[in-house]
């Protein structure tokens, strides 16, 4: 994902109820891409969706993957594996922030009762627009967009890339 692109998955509030009292916070980011959200949900309604926001995009290398809008600006990923919808995950371009796209998403989650959890923080977030830009005007990515010398000063970054990079090194 690019610097410049804030992203959430999609997932169904009746999934989420099924695990816990209520909506959590936070979910930890390692037990949430461990769940199957999406097992018991037609796929068909949601491919229809996308077909109409946004155009298709071919993607030779994602087998199990059908991908709407252009993956370097706003995106929509559905992953399927054995037709059952694994995760949806979106990307919001913040150097062009498409108020559109994220009312068709909001409005879209409001219908059909699912929610949206941020790549960032984990956290849950309501189908709500207000919410929604929120949780974008406080992300990490926002401030690139802001002020990217204040972004790599304050997040480290690149130590952090860099560091990641060497553990991956040892582990190969």
Same mark, same amino acid.
């Given at each position: 994902?690019?610097?410049?692109?804030?992203?959430?998955?999609?997932?169904?509030? +009746?999934? $989420?109820?099924?695990? !816990?009292? &209520? @909506?959590?916070?936070?979910?930890?980011?390692? #037990?949430? /891409?461990?769940?199957?959200?999406?097992?018991?949900?037609?796929? +068909?309604? $949601?491919?229809?969706? !996308?077909? &109409? @926001?946004?155009?298709?995009?071919?993607?030779? #290398?994602? /087998?199990?993957?059908?991908?709407?809008?252009?993956?370097?600006?706003?995106?929509?990923?559905?992953?399927?594996?054995?037709?059952?919808?694994?995760?949806?995950?979106?990307?919001?371009?913040?150097?062009?922030?498409?108020?559109?796209?994220?009312?068709?998403?909001?409005?879209?989650?409001?219908?059909?009762?699912?929610?949206?959890?941020?790549?960032?923080?984990?956290?849950?977030?309501?189908?709500?627009?207000?919410?929604?830009?929120?949780?974008?005007?406080?992300?990490?990515?926002?401030?690139?967009?802001?002020?990217?010398?204040?972004?790599?000063?304050?997040?480290?970054?690149?130590?952090?890339?860099?560091?990641?990079?060497?553990?991956?090194?040892?582990?190969?």
């Amino acid at each position: 994902m690019a610097v410049w692109q804030w992203g959430v998955w999609m997932v169904p509030r +009746e999934s $989420i109820l099924k695990r !816990f009292e &209520r @909506i959590p916070e936070y979910i930890d980011q390692d #037990w949430f /891409e461990s769940v199957n959200w999406w097992a018991e949900t037609d796929d +068909e309604q $949601i491919r229809e969706f !996308f077909d &109409r @926001i946004l155009p298709r995009y071919y993607a030779p #290398w994602a /087998e199990y993957t059908e991908i709407w809008g252009d993956i370097d600006s706003d995106d929509v990923s559905l992953h399927v594996r054995d037709s059952i919808v694994a995760d949806i995950s979106i990307r919001v371009d913040l150097r062009h922030l498409n108020v559109e796209f994220l009312k068709a998403l909001v409005n879209f989650a409001r219908e059909r009762s699912f929610v949206f959890v941020s790549y960032e923080f984990g956290r849950f977030i309501s189908p709500s627009l207000r919410q929604m830009l929120d949780e974008i005007n406080n992300s990490k990515k926002m401030l690139f967009i802001k002020n990217p010398s204040e972004f790599f000063k304050q997040s480290r970054y690149l130590e952090e890339i860099n560091k990641k990079n060497r553990e991956k090194t040892k582990s190969e």
